[in-house]
């Protein structure tokens, strides 16, 4: 149960979301993702979310270059766009300039031409599977969370919602992520019982436990 929430995730945030069992935490992170609805106030997004969370269910003939293409999609079709935008340009189309400037600025903010290479470098570094065709039925659940985790990273989100991020990991996968989250451009919010991850990537705390403070 959350309520008197006021908390704000922005670009510059290095936030660790903090309290006991029960209070919320996950909750939170679902709200502010898109995943849950409040059942009253208001939650503002702007910009890019990528949500991981702590279990990842697979569907019916699901694979690992499923959860790939899912990632990368806004990154093609950026690059689509502005490849037809190219095309007006040559027809000499209305706005054709306008349409193309629109184009490259999203293909350039979402680094659209390395999304591919960026999710792959992940799956190495978290120690994931790399197998395009494997099943994600055929995994266990802390083999189906690196993926999902690796194609969140490599997708160029503005802002992460990360969930106990470390859970699955080894002392590979730690450092990997722990670089990874150093060098992002964007914000992050951060569930998680580990004591070392706060200390390398934490800016600011929000404590949801009434009692202390």
Same mark, same amino acid.
Request: proline fraction near 3%; charge should be negative; include cysteine.
């Given at each position: ?84 935008? +190219?095309?007006? %340009? ?6 054709? $300039? @306008?349409?193309?400037?629109?184009? &490259?600025? !999203?293909?350039? *903010? ?48 503005? +802002?992460?919602? %990360? ?6 990991? $080894? @002392?590979?996968?730690?450092?990997? &992520?722990? !670089?990874?989250? *150093? ?31």
């Amino acid at each position: 149960m959350l309520d008197g929430i006021d908390v704000t995730v922005s670009h510059r945030s290095r936030m660790v979301v903090v309290g006991e069992n029960g209070r919320g935490k996950t909750m939170l992170l679902r709200v502010l993702s898109g995943d849950l609805a409040p059942d009253a106030g208001r939650v503002g997004r702007a910009g890019t979310v990528g949500m991981v969370h702590q279990a990842l269910g697979a569907r019916a003939g699901e694979t690992v270059g499923t959860l790939v293409a899912e990632s990368i999609r806004p990154a093609q079709q950026a690059l689509r766009a502005l490849d037809l935008a +190219i095309e007006d %340009l040559e027809k000499g189309e209305d706005d054709a $300039d @306008a349409r193309y400037t629109a184009a &490259l600025e !999203a293909a350039t *903010r979402l680094d659209a031409w390395d999304a591919e290479r960026r999710v792959d470098i992940a799956l190495q570094g978290l120690g994931a599977c790399t197998d395009r065709d494997r099943r994600l039925a055929t995994l266990s659940v802390g083999e189906r969370y690196r993926v999902r985790l690796a194609c969140v990273l490599g997708a160029s989100h503005g +802002i992460l919602l %990360l969930d106990e991020p470390t859970n699955h990991l $080894d @002392a590979d996968g730690l450092d990997f &992520l722990t !670089a990874h989250l *150093r060098s992002h451009p964007g914000g992050l919010a951060i569930v998680t019982h580990d004591r070392v991850l706060p200390r390398e990537v934490a800016e600011e705390f929000y404590d949801l436990d009434p009692s202390r403070g």
